[in-house]
């Protein structure tokens, strides 16, 4: 069974950097594209990055120019580079997996408050 782990999530002040990982652990078949979105509370999730299985991004205009989307396939890793975070960037981020036959695994979720 396909599980995704994420980590590094946590506390950081105004204009500090987090990078955030997710992994896939079990059997996973081939993975076309890897998606990160986030959950504020009180609001519905939104979509945050997408990296395809060529290595194209795309970014939500928010997070554009701050946060950076990578992926190392041999690893089934995706990566997101937050930097200059901002504290309407707080909120709980979770990683997804879009398989070529359709499928989507999900994390866990992994919480990032942004706070002085």
């Known amino acids: 069974q396909v599980q995704l782990v994420e980590s590094g999530g946590g506390l950081v002040q105004p204009g500090g950097s987090l990078r955030l990982s997710c992994a896939a652990s079990?059997?996973?078949?081939?993975?076309?594209?890897m998606a990160w979105y986030r959950q504020a509370p009180g609001k519905q999730r939104e979509w945050v990055a997408t990296?395809?299985?060529?290595?194209?991004?795309n970014y939500a205009d928010s997070v554009k120019g701050r946060f950076a989307i990578s992926r190392d396939n041999a690893k089934n890793t995706s990566y997101l580079q937050m930097n200059s975070l901002k504290p309407e960037d707080t909120a709980v981020y979770y990683c997804?997996?879009?398989?070529?036959?359709?499928?989507?695994?999900w994390g866990q979720g992994t919480q990032v408050t942004v706070s002085s």
């Open positions: 990296i395809t299985s060529s290595g194209m991004t």
């Open positions: 997804t997996f879009v398989m070529s036959d359709g499928i989507y695994y």
């Open positions: 079990g059997t996973i078949g081939s993975i076309n594209a």
